[in-house]
């Protein structure tokens, strides 16, 4: 089975503080995304990493930034945290091959609250 | 640009009764088709999958999808719901020359009434 994990369930940080999400994937997964979930808004996808050290943004990538020294690892960077911010996290990965590169694999999401 | 619409925000439904949920995309060519399932406070998991082939997918827990090209619909369907099966709902459609990323719908949030 495909492993996605988060490094926190729950994070609260204040207006200001730069704050770092970590995503790790046990699947050799090429592909990996970091979304935000909020209420009526469905998934937004913030950025993805199509391999090492490569990124590109997604449809909602201000104020956020990412870095992806290793395969399995994906790390999403808020700069200076602000409370429009507050959401919940979920970051995927998939495998790079002809269709099974859209299926997606989740990690159990960050609830994020900047106060 | 690929889009997808999930036009029901909530849905109630008794347990044992039978449920369909609503999904449409806009793509100019066969998409990739997905749903999701995501419990409260968890991620989303896979329920099924269309790439090519037989318009009527079979998922896991009992649900099912059709693709239905002349009108642009991928509905999700399961003849008796469960109480386990409240969570929320998410239509996604993948495109060719989009690096994988997928499109998500804003959501259909299922209630199960005993």
């Known amino acids: 089975d495909v492993k996605v994990t988060q490094s926190s369930r729950y994070l609260v940080k204040r207006t200001g503080e730069k704050v770092f999400l970590e995503c790790v994937q046990d699947m050799d997964h090429e592909n990996m995304f970091w979304y935000r979930q909020d209420p009526g808004l469905g998934l937004r996808l913030i950025y993805f990493s199509y391999d090492v050290k490569m990124k590109e943004k997604g449809d909602i990538p201000e104020g956020y930034s990412v870095s992806r020294e290793k395969k399995e690892r994906f790390s999403l960077i808020l700069e200076s945290a602000s409370t429009n911010q507050t959401s919940m996290y979920l970051c995927?990965?998939?495998?790079?091959?002809?269709?099974?590169?859209?299926?997606?694999?989740f990690g159990p999401g960050t609830r994020l609250t900047v106060t | 640009a690929q889009s997808v619409t999930q036009p029901d925000i909530h849905i109630t439904v008794s347990e044992g009764a039978s449920l369909e949920l609503r999904c449409n995309y806009s793509?100019?060519?066969?998409?990739?088709l997905f749903w999701y399932v995501q419990s409260p406070g968890q991620g989303l998991q896979l329920l099924l999958k269309y790439f090519s082939g037989d318009t009527l997918v079979q998922g896991i827990k009992g649900f099912e999808a059709e693709f239905k090209r002349s009108q642009s619909s991928f509905n999700l369907r399961k003849p008796s719901v469960h109480w386990s099966d409240a969570a929320e709902y998410f239509c996604a459609v993948g495109a060719t020359g989009t690096a994988s990323k997928l499109t998500f719908g804003t959501g259909t949030r299922l209630q199960v009434t005993l």
């Open positions: 995927a990965s998939s495998l790079v091959s002809l269709a099974s590169s859209y299926e997606q694999y």
């Open positions: 793509y100019g060519a066969t998409p990739y």
